[in-house]
Protein backbone atom coordinates (compact mmCIF):
# COMPACT_ATOMS: atom_id res chain seq x y z
CA UNK A 1 0.00 0.00 0.00
CA UNK A 2 1.38 3.38 -1.01
CA UNK A 3 1.45 5.53 2.01
CA UNK A 4 0.49 9.65 1.80
CA UNK A 5 4.47 10.26 2.43
CA UNK A 6 5.25 8.20 -0.56
CA UNK A 7 2.44 9.50 -2.52
CA UNK A 8 3.69 13.10 -2.08
CA UNK A 9 7.42 12.40 -2.93
CA UNK A 10 6.06 10.63 -6.52
CA UNK A 11 4.19 13.48 -6.80
CA UNK A 12 6.67 16.05 -6.60
CA UNK A 13 9.23 13.77 -8.16
CA UNK A 14 6.71 13.89 -11.48
CA UNK A 15 6.34 17.29 -11.38
CA UNK A 16 9.85 18.46 -11.13
CA UNK A 17 10.34 16.41 -14.24
CA UNK A 18 7.45 17.69 -16.14
CA UNK A 19 8.59 20.85 -15.06
CA UNK A 20 12.23 20.20 -16.22
CA UNK A 21 11.06 18.87 -19.78
CA UNK A 22 9.38 21.68 -20.27
CA UNK A 23 11.34 24.64 -19.10
CA UNK A 24 15.29 23.83 -20.54
CA UNK A 25 14.36 23.92 -24.04
CA UNK A 26 13.76 27.77 -23.02
CA UNK A 27 16.64 27.98 -21.05
CA UNK A 28 19.26 25.95 -23.45
CA UNK A 29 17.82 27.81 -26.57
CA UNK A 30 17.22 31.32 -25.76
CA UNK A 31 17.60 32.93 -29.49
CA UNK A 32 15.33 32.21 -32.37
CA UNK A 33 15.68 29.12 -34.51
CA UNK A 34 16.70 29.72 -38.01
CA UNK A 35 17.46 26.78 -39.34
CA UNK A 36 14.46 25.71 -42.09
CA UNK A 37 14.97 22.08 -41.68
CA UNK A 38 14.55 22.34 -37.62
CA UNK A 39 11.50 24.92 -38.49
CA UNK A 40 10.02 22.57 -40.60
CA UNK A 41 10.27 19.74 -38.22
CA UNK A 42 9.09 21.20 -35.06
CA UNK A 43 5.98 22.25 -37.15
CA UNK A 44 5.20 18.97 -37.67
CA UNK A 45 5.88 17.78 -34.38
CA UNK A 46 2.80 17.76 -32.85
CA UNK A 47 0.48 16.77 -35.99
CA UNK A 48 2.50 13.90 -36.00
CA UNK A 49 1.99 12.81 -32.04
CA UNK A 50 -1.27 13.62 -32.52
CA UNK A 51 -1.23 11.15 -34.79
CA UNK A 52 0.20 8.38 -33.48
CA UNK A 53 -1.96 8.92 -30.44
CA UNK A 54 -5.24 8.99 -32.53
CA UNK A 55 -5.05 6.51 -34.59
CA UNK A 56 -4.74 3.14 -32.83
CA UNK A 57 -7.30 4.56 -30.60
CA UNK A 58 -9.55 4.82 -33.23
CA UNK A 59 -9.22 1.36 -34.87
CA UNK A 60 -9.70 0.27 -31.61
CA UNK A 61 -12.29 1.93 -30.01
CA UNK A 62 -15.49 -0.04 -30.78
CA UNK A 63 -14.17 -3.93 -30.28
CA UNK A 64 -15.13 -4.52 -34.54
CA UNK A 65 -12.16 -3.86 -36.68
CA UNK A 66 -14.97 -3.47 -39.44
CA UNK A 67 -16.82 -0.92 -37.90
CA UNK A 68 -13.78 1.08 -36.63
CA UNK A 69 -12.44 0.94 -40.29
CA UNK A 70 -15.93 2.17 -41.99
CA UNK A 71 -15.91 5.22 -39.73
CA UNK A 72 -12.62 5.86 -40.18
CA UNK A 73 -13.04 6.09 -43.95
CA UNK A 74 -16.56 8.26 -43.85
CA UNK A 75 -14.21 10.79 -41.18
CA UNK A 76 -11.63 10.82 -43.70
CA UNK A 77 -14.04 11.27 -46.68
CA UNK A 78 -15.98 14.26 -44.97
CA UNK A 79 -13.41 15.94 -43.80
CA UNK A 80 -11.48 16.06 -47.73
CA UNK A 81 -14.51 17.48 -48.78
CA UNK A 82 -14.23 20.44 -45.80
CA UNK A 83 -17.18 19.23 -43.74
CA UNK A 84 -17.61 20.58 -40.13
CA UNK A 85 -16.29 18.41 -36.87
CA UNK A 86 -19.58 17.89 -35.92
CA UNK A 87 -20.92 16.84 -39.28
CA UNK A 88 -17.68 14.51 -39.85
CA UNK A 89 -17.88 12.89 -36.11
CA UNK A 90 -21.95 12.51 -35.97
CA UNK A 91 -21.81 10.07 -39.81
CA UNK A 92 -18.58 8.62 -38.66
CA UNK A 93 -20.08 7.68 -35.40
CA UNK A 94 -23.15 6.21 -37.40
CA UNK A 95 -20.89 4.84 -40.00
CA UNK A 96 -19.61 2.92 -37.11
CA UNK A 97 -22.97 2.33 -35.59
CA UNK A 98 -24.47 0.85 -38.53
CA UNK A 99 -22.11 -1.80 -39.42
CA UNK A 100 -22.04 -3.24 -35.77
CA UNK A 101 -25.82 -3.53 -36.89
CA UNK A 102 -25.16 -4.97 -39.86
CA UNK A 103 -22.29 -7.79 -38.02
CA UNK A 104 -24.87 -7.88 -35.00
CA UNK A 105 -27.80 -9.17 -37.47
CA UNK A 106 -25.82 -11.62 -40.19
Not at 9 to 27: D, E, K
Not at 38 to 58: D, E, K
Request: proline share 3%.
Amino acid sequence: MLSIRDFFIYLFIMAGVTYLIRALPLVIFKGKITNRFVQSFLYYVPYAVLGAMTFPSILFSTGNLAASIAGLITACVLSFKEKSLIIVAAFACLASFCVILICQLI
